[in-house]
């Protein structure tokens, strides 16, 4: 059955929010924007008019085919090369959805989408609809087709989880600014004891090249490893240069509502470093180098404004 413009219009007044719900879920803009395309191409072939409530139908629907791929997504990530981490989205992207509470804000934080990854579909699907976008524990049930009392279950669980991986409080943006800003006067020194006194004692660092940029198979761990290997990595080299193709500035910006380091190379994001500040210092790196997750970081990027880069690296 054909859409009238009035169902187009319905579907496109939905479309931001069903992005939002895709990428807390799925981690990746691309899987996500794919996602809400085919719950599109559900709705134009459902009989509309008798949809009842066209929003709780499309969450529905959505949400459904994202546990499907979330299932699929497991088997696809035991043969990723290297690590796995979610797709980083910059300040100011639509797809970060709302941020009006702590909880949204924290629920597309890259350090908790890296935490939901080890949640199964149904906790993080509780957990996504619930902490992010506030739907009623009556409306998840319906969604997942579960009871209330095990949807509520389910939320504990997921809850826990993340609490679990995230026993530290973080700073304010002022303050983490301020540490970011330390942290590369550090590793441009080509000196590790300033990094060292910068990190925690359980600091880690990991990196995403998907196979397709050199990325350690496995995270630094502890804050001498990690401070040996951001002074290597921001210590100058031809063989470095000639790996990227140049001498990429460094820009101090956010990702996911958190501070991060981008590195741009003639207009194009070839890295975005997501650095989780906490009171006790820095507690994480979490670098994505994987050009097939940066194409719409450098979309955003170059179609927004940003100072001066803080420094230039190789």
Partial sequence: MALTVD???????????????AYRLLGSASEAEDAVQETFLRWQAA???????????????????????????????ETYVGEWLPEPLLTGDPMLGPADTAEQRESVSYAVLA???RLSP????????????????????????????????????????????????????????????????????????????????????VGDGGGKVPARAKAFEGALAVATFMRGLFKPGKAKRALVGGSPAVYATTANGGPALVAVLDGRVIGVICVEVTADGI??????????????????????GHG?????VF
């Fill in 122 to 205: 149904n906790e993080r699907a509780v957990y996504v609809l619930r902490e992010a976008f506030g739907y009623p524990h009556r409306e998840i049930a319906e969604i997942l087709d579960i009871t209330e009392a095990a949807g509520q279950q389910i939320l504990h669980r997921a809850r826990k989880h993340v609490a679990d991986g995230r026993a530290r409080s973080e700073v304010d943006a002022a303050a983490a600014r301020r540490i970011l800003d330390e942290f590369l006067a550090a590793a441009a020194s080509g000196r590790t004891e300033p990094l060292v006194r910068l990190l925690t004692e359980d600091a880690v660092a």
């Fill in 47 to 77: 009989d509309i008019g008798h949809i009842q409530v066209p929003e709780a139908w499309l969450t529905k629907v959505l949400t459904n085919l994202c546990l499907n791929q979330l299932t699929s997504a497991r088997a696809r990530r």
């Fill in 283 to 304: 507690a994480a790196f979490r670098s994505q180098v994987n050009p097939d997750k940066l194409e719409r970081a450098t979309r955003r990027w170059t179609s927004t």
């Fill in 308 to 312: 001066e880069p803080l420094l230039t």
């Fill in 7 to 21: 169902d187009v219009d319905r579907f496109e007044a939905s479309r931001r929010r069903l992005e939002a719900i």
């Fill in 115 to 117: 935490l939901l990854e």
